[in-house]
């Protein structure tokens, strides 16, 4: 037979084409069958449906077809008919089969049935083969590009920041180390301290822990740009939202005040949402499905209230609630959770942080929307700021989403000098290493804002997954490193 081009299973699944000879590769699912034919679902990853192959044995030889198990790959020519069984519109009558590769069942670890996610946490070099990981491999992905589409049809200019930083003045001590310098053996100064000026950069430098520095510095020439790139965090906590390594959004707009920052990042949460809807129906009704049965499994009281879609659809519909962070802890000084003390932390004063237990009684049951707080106390919040005119609060804004609690961080930035300069020298951030950053507000300073979209976090809501360590390929969390 002459060689034919490869259809994609999406393509395929797409087309009416019957009678045609078509070729399809890909990984098998499942094997069923009876003594003289077999049904093979066969799925290549470019969508959640597989295709079904039909093979009347006669065309295989016995050997062959015993080697056909869940994982082996194929390549099938055959014609396209049109399905007799239910459940699918088409399927392939194979021809010729071409075993790629096998996989002994005895060995390998993915079988047709329902895996823990735990479990495929350890199998991260093949849980892109199950439904589950391909559904939200293909959701990151339309997410990737609808970040990209939002803000190129705005005319924000993608800007790479670097990853290797010698500032540490966001990271507070929670940053990795990049250096060549033997560890067991260091060059030292006179007084006995690691002597940086030999490593490779002369300098101590790290991993970033965000380009907002530096993204501010090209907004304010630039007028509007934006950051999509990796971040690191070496905070040591073991949350279902927290990973080590991240990819974050960050939009920094020069002449945007506090509301228009709050706009965008409003416009921007609900054109991703749209999106998705819009153009990964098939993966959202399979998680979608996925998480009814995993709720049958809940008590009655943690159950979500809404299906994914639905869930989905109405952060579309209804304004985000925007509060002050004064307002905030007034509704949660009062609230039930806070009087009976079932918060974790009981909300006392005015100036404590609020944790992810407050952001989601906040957004789940208070105002059951979407919320933007503002005006936190500046002791909480990053020394860039602006300070507002009560000398006590800053510009700051952090929207909350249910399930996932806060999903942006963002602010006005401090623009005048003298504030910026006296901001630093409180907060004891090193003003010598931040001399260009002070630059800016010296020459042609002018009010500008931004934030940081935490992707995965972002891909948790639109997934429903709920950990963070399920919507990235390979998680990087304490004391994990494999693949
Ligand atoms: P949190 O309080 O939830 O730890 P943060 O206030 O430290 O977050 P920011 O510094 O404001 O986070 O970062 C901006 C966004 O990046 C957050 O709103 C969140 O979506 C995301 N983010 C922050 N830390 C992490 C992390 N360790 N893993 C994944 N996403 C993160
Ligand atoms: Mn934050």
Redo the contacts with the bound molecule.
Sequence with gaps: MDKLKRTKIVDLLGSGEFGKTVNVKGWVRTKRGSKNVAFIALNDGSTINNVQIVVDLGIINENEIQNIYTGAALSVTGELVESQGSGQKLEVNAKQIEILGTADPDEYPLQPKRHTLEFLREKAHLRFRTSTFSAISRIRHAMIFAVHKFFNDKGFLNIHTPIITGSDAEGAGEMFKVTTLDIENPPKTEDGKINYKEDFFGKETNLTV?GQLEAELAALALSEVYTFGPTF?A?NSNTT???AE?W?IEPEMAFYDINDDMDLAEEMLKYLIDYALKNCADDLGFLGKRLQDEEKNKKAEERSPMELMEKLRFVLEDDFARITYTEAIDILRNSKPNKKKRFQFVIEDWGSDLQSEHERYLVEKHFKKPVIVTGYPKKIKSFYMKLNDDDKTVRAMDVLFPQI?????GSQREESHDKLLKRMREMNVPEEEMWWYLETRKFGTVPHSGF???F??LIQFVTGMGN?RDVIPFPRTPQNAEF
């Design positions: 965000s965090r905070e939202r927290h990973l991240f974050m609690g806060e999903i942006i961080g940081g979209l935490g995965e976090r963070i």
